[in-house]
């Protein structure tokens, strides 16, 4: 999927329970991650990225007898076995099974390939910092709601779009990464100097959704953040978010979704456009006196 599919189609209070069987689903791909992919400092080898062209979900390459991917269909919601040619090894549809079963099934196919699978074990986040669910608690999945899927699936398909655009055009950018814990999509962007003694970044961002918005949107937000006092105007009818965290702002249900797919292009692209140069700007590193 190589350009931009109109979205806001679908109120975002009819996103909120697909996104959360996309959410638990994900974590099969973060756990093998986790337990077989090599350690990276940043945790990235638990991480997921959209792979454009098979149009999935998918994680870390893992080195083995026969080498391989776990990915996930977010529209059937199927767990995928990957070979280093992007093959399919095995499928398995997560609909009416648990996460228990979906476990048992991932660790029977990957002792196959020469791993030991048995070290693969959900992970583990804070209570109050990971969205509870039926499916934690023995419920089946379910993927009756294609439609919802598929539009959230375009969110992340088009946000990838425009941050590889921005990834190739970004000096010190790291690769777009889907992280397990809030679901969400960013690079992140390492800035030359200091402020307050930390180094300068700038986060560029797709939530699906979470405490602070109930729907999906997009954000950048530059650290050590900014005096919230008088941040400037931004493009694309975004807004500063200053409560808790402070960053730019443009939540989905401010898309024109009677518009044109290319027009909510341009309206992102704006906003984030505007919004990355202006965090830039607000982070002026400190003289090497003042370091």
Known sequence: MNEWQAIAKIPPAELVESRLQL??????????????????????HT???????????VGSAIQAAKPFQVALDPVSLTLIVLDQQ???????????????????????????LGVDASKIVFLDYPHDDFPDHPLAHGADFDASQPLVLSELTNYY????LLFQAIIATTED???????PHHFDMATLIMLPGTKNGSPLTVG???SPGDTSYH????????????????????????????????GAVLPASRL?????????????????????????????PESPAEV
Do not use: C
Request: net charge negative; hydrophobic share 45%; proline share 7%.
């Open 204 to 206: 560029v961002g797709l």
């Open 256 to 284: 024109a979704e009677s518009v044109s797919a290319e027009a909510q292009q341009q309206q992102v692209e704006a906003f984030l456009h505007t919004a990355l140069s202006t965090s830039i700007a607000l982070l002026k």
């Open 86 to 112: 992007s093959e399919t090894i095995a499928s398995f549809p997560l609909p009416e099974k648990t996460m228990a079963a979906g476990l048992i099934w991932l660790q029977q196919e990957l002792s196959q």
């Open 173 to 179: 950018a790291t690769a777009a990464r889907i992280w």
């Open 23 to 44: 959410h638990y689903a994900i974590q099969f791909i973060a756990a093998t991650g986790a337990a077989l992919a090599e350690p990276l400092p940043d945790y990235s």
């Open 47 to 57: 991480s997921l990225a959209w792979h454009p062209v098979l149009e999935v979900f």
């Open 215 to 246: 729907e999906p949107y997009w954000y950048v937000s530059p650290y050590p953040y900014p005096d919230a006092v008088s941040l400037p105007a931004l493009d694309g009818h975004g807004f500063w978010h200053t409560q808790h965290w402070v």
């Open 157 to 160: 398909a088009n946000t990838d």
